[in-house]
């Protein structure tokens, strides 16, 4: 038999990486949470519905628990009260978790300059991916959750342990 | 807040010990500007410059009268031409839509009445805009409520929102509290108005009007005046252990740097301060451990 003649058993099997593997299901099968803060979460609603169907995604089964979910999408205004709710949230959901800011207010505290705002949700919580807009739309939407797709399928399990530890000292 | 009576002019104010890092002379486009004018609307104050401005017009023209008189002796003695005589000048018609409308004098019966039943409790009445405007004792604003609401004439069945006004360039009151009331029954509106003094409590409205409740809370949470005899006198809006009044002119718009804060630094330190704060509303000491 010759190196260039596949064998039977090749007809049947395909070799990869583990880590490939863990990422391809992780990304292919990303549960949000149900949580919206203002009105960017009419805008991610519409990205879930029929329309737009992110659900193509593998993204659609938005959970009613963080403790289901692995992304956790701020869609809106953070102000000083809710903070801590979703630094709460943040922490009740399993590793590995994953966070969008969807608009300008979760990213940077948008037009809202005043007293009471968190000018960007990355001051209580990491954020993975920053969408911009006012608010966006679910075109941007949907390709900020592509890239968080990317960013998934790009990460390693040494680094993100990593990250996890030196997080938690 | 440092005298009731005095006008509030801090530029930069003194913010509170605590764990704010907010500097506002490293930015100075945040800095305060107070308001230098009251701007509340009153027939009284109306009348009373109207009234001015005519006087300051004709000791004008009176002023222009006696110089040409001079003028034209001296030219008499000198053998000249006389001067022209002057004209008076008619003011231009300012016909521009974005003045405020003029408060007028109260025909409307049911300020009449009010004004009838209070005597001498009453401030003020007029009309603005076909808006039927009540300025009360700060005292006897309970008791104008129950009029408005009780009396057979007047009617008011429902409050229909209670709003704050923060004027520091007054000199004696601080805040305006104003009631807009609604009859159903009639279809008319009214305002009752009172002026408070810098820690002044006015009498609550909630047990004639339950909707008074959250917004009494509100008036209370954004410009820090506190009502006798409600059931609840807390924060509605803003966290219970913030600090400052937001609505008021002299409060920065981005705060005194509580939003500065960052959570991920300081882990769960805000959360175990709610914690804290909600077991000493319970009377449970968290702090320290109990004695065996």
Known sequence: ?169 | MSEPNAPQTPETPEAPAGPYVYDYKAAPNRQITMPKTVPLPSHRTYVAEQKAAAEADEAKWQKTLADYETAKAKAEAEGKDAPKPPVRPVPRKDDTDMKPPVPQEATDPDLLKLQALLGDKVEEVFEQAGELVCQVKKEAIHEALAFCRDEAALKYEMLADQSGTHYPAAKDFACSVVYHLTSISRRKRLRLRILVPEGFAPESACSLYPSANWMEREIYDMLGIRFQNHPDMTRILCPEDWEGYPLRKDYPTVGWGQRDISFREDRGGMLERIALQKAGQLGINLKQPKAE
């Open chain 1, 1 to 169: 038999m010759g190196m260039n003649q596949p064998s039977a058993l090749e007809h049947i099997l395909i070799t990869t990486k583990v880590e490939k593997v863990m990422n391809w299901s992780r990304a292919s099968s990303v549960w949000p949470v149900t949580f919206g803060l203002a009105c960017c979460a009419i805008e991610m609603m519409a990205a879930g519905a029929s329309r737009f169907d992110f659900d193509r995604f593998g993204a659609g089964i938005f959970r009613a628990s963080p403790r289901q979910a692995d992304l956790m999408i701020i869609a809106g205004t953070v102000t000083y009260k809710m903070a801590p709710i979703i630094k709460t949230l943040y922490d009740q959901m399993p590793e590995p978790k994953w966070v969008m800011a969807m608009g300008s207010c979760a990213t940077a505290g948008g037009p809202f300059d005043s007293y009471h705002t968190i000018q960007g949700v990355d001051k209580v919580i990491p954020v993975d991916v920053y969408i911009p807009g006012c608010p966006p739309r679910p075109e941007a939407f949907i390709y900020g959750f592509l890239k968080l797709q990317d960013k998934i399928m790009t990460s390693s399990l040494a680094d993100r342990y990593k990250d996890i530890f030196e997080e938690v000292g």
